[in-house]
């Protein structure tokens, strides 16, 4: 006979066990900043200002590897807080929980100070897209030199999605500026780059070449003088959602967002998408990518960077659902983490 002691110990091992089991099989990515997000290796990630492609059943995430001390370029009139370029890394994962390092998939280039990807130069934001004509993987960045006063779109394409690039060099798409980027490939094949322009002022949206490696003549000035960066977007209920942040170099600021019937314009601006705790200040984040989770219906995922502006390779991850309301209206809650359905 088993004693009532005997019973109540089993009756709670059931219980914290069967809390544990639960607990595991949430698909949960926390949001606390106070612990990174590891790879498979252990190691933390290291992809900031990044975004993600699907690609036949696995989705790679490619952001800048940050690496280094940081340091305050002097004698400019804004807090222009920088490392070496290292080049742009890339993940790799089945679930979006377990990542692992493919490695840089476009590397710095030490020796020539008058390449693009020398490291004393900046690389930003890059983000990838597949062309399934040229079955080729075009990755767009922002390139600049460590002032920020190069302002150009830098251009990479490869095979195969894990690398290595193949660097095509730099250009001012339309002649004008080029800082704060993503690239958007739409259901019809089309591809864009929506970039902070004309010193951060205008946010262009121009449409690329067939084999996304340049600009056609397409272009459209949007949010003009209203100084929006880090634009990240998807498309629900036919409508595109833009959201971007303001512009406060590495500071927290209130994001922004608009939607328009045409991703060339008109955008209609909305307002501020995030609620919650600090969502005045987008919990301490800046917007880089929206996510459409793979084979899932209005599943996205809001993709942000926490910026650690005097150590920028500590910089955090927020990632946060995004709450379709209707005919384009969203909503970002603020999450302490994201379960991954
Ligand atoms: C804000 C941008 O969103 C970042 O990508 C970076 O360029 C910083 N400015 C530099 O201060």
Not at 187 to 215: C, K, M
Not at 229 to 251: D, Q, R
Request: proline share 4%.
């Amino acid at each position: 006979m088993l004693s009532k002691y005997k019973i109540l110990r089993i009756l709670i091992l059931f219980i914290l066990l069967g809390g544990r089991i639960i607990a595991q099989s949430n698909r949960v990515v926390s949001n606390s900043t106070e612990r990174d997000w590891l790879d498979t290796s252990g190691m933390p990630i290291n992809a900031h200002g990044g975004g993600i492609l699907y690609h036949e059943g696995t989705y790679y995430w490619y952001g800048e590897y940050k690496s280094g001390k940081t340091t305050l370029l002097p004698g400019q009139n804004w807090e222009c807080y920088r490392t070496d370029v290292s080049g742009v890394s890339c993940y790799s994962s089945k679930d979006l929980l377990n990542w692992k390092f493919e490695g840089l998939v476009l590397k710095g280039m030490p020796g020539n100070t008058h390449n693009d990807l020398h490291p004393s130069n900046v690389l930003e934001r890059p983000k990838v897209i597949y062309n399934s004509k040229t079955k080729k993987f075009v990755m767009w960045m922002h390139i600049d030199t460590a002032d920020y006063s190069k302002a150009c779109a830098g251009v990479a394409v490869c095979d195969t999605p894990t690398g290595e690039f193949k660097y095509l060099g730099s250009q001012r798409p339309h002649k004008a500026m080029s800082r704060d980027q993503t690239i958007y490939k739409d259901e019809d094949g089309r591809a864009y780059q929506i970039f902070s322009s004309e010193d951060n002022a205008t946010l262009y949206i121009s449409e690329l070449t067939n084999d996304y490696l340049g600009h056609k003549e397409t272009y459209t000035r949007n949010f003009e003088n209203k100084f929006r960066e880090a634009p990240a977007i998807f498309k629900t209920n036919n409508k595109y959602v833009l959201v971007t942040s303001g512009c406060s170099a590495w500071n927290p600021n209130e994001a922004e967002y608009a939607i328009a019937d045409s991703i060339l314009g008109k955008w209609t601006v909305i307002g501020n998408p995030c609620t919650g705790k600090d969502a005045d200040k987008t919990f301490y984040g800046q917007s880089t990518f929206i996510l459409p989770v793979a084979g899932k219906n209005k599943y996205y995922i809001a993709m942000f960077d926490k910026w650690e502006k005097t150590d920028l390779e500590k910089s955090k991850y927020i990632w946060l659902p995004i709450l379709i309301i209707d005919e384009g209206k969203i909503e970002i809650p603020w999450k302490d983490s994201l379960i991954i359905k």
